[in-house]
């Protein structure tokens, strides 16, 4: 006997129902369609504020770059038009960093016979796990051009407790 299927469409987007087919394969082909015209369509690749949940919009989210050297963690996070005041950065537990910012700008412009006031507001939270602690009486924190700078030295203890693994050649 045929398997029968349900070929009326409905509100998810004109795929068809399998009710009577067990096939496990078309089930996770679904699936599969449904995650990737979700998360991977043309407009969500070039904002990947988008892949981390709906109260990040791209405008408030800081791009940040990490780097990790024997000695120190590095850290560079834009934050343009900001001043320092609006930025909080934190450290818990010597592994737990925490940089917090807030956009606040508006702009007026007075003509003759045009007048124009712009307001932006925004905030931004990140959160990074430390791979190593770091001490914290020696961090160094700056904002130069739209770019705060974090200079994390490691602990003598982080230092310490790298150790290199020697690797056999069989």
Partial sequence: MATSKNLTPSGNGGRRLSF??????????????????RYLTPSLLHRPSA??????????????????????????????GMDVD???????DKTLLTI???RKTESEEKLKDFYRVERAYGSFLRRID?????????????????????????????????????????
């Fill in 130 to 170: 430390l791979p190593a602690e770091v001490d914290e009486n020696k961090i160094d924190a700056s904002v130069k051009r739209g770019v705060l700078s974090l200079h994390l030295p490691k602990t003598a203890q982080a230092k310490a407790h790298e150790k290199k693994i020697k690797i056999k050649a069989s």
């Fill in 100 to 102: 917090r910012g807030e």
């Fill in 51 to 80: 892949l981390l949940g709906s109260d990040m919009s791209a405008q408030n989210y800081a791009q940040m770059d990490v780097r990790e050297s024997d000695e120190a963690i590095d850290i560079k996070v834009d934050v343009p």
């Fill in 20 to 37: 009577w087919n067990n096939d496990p394969f078309e089930s996770l082909h679904d699936d599969m369609d449904r995650l990737f015209s």
């Fill in 86 to 92: 609006d930025i909080n950065v934190t450290l818990t």
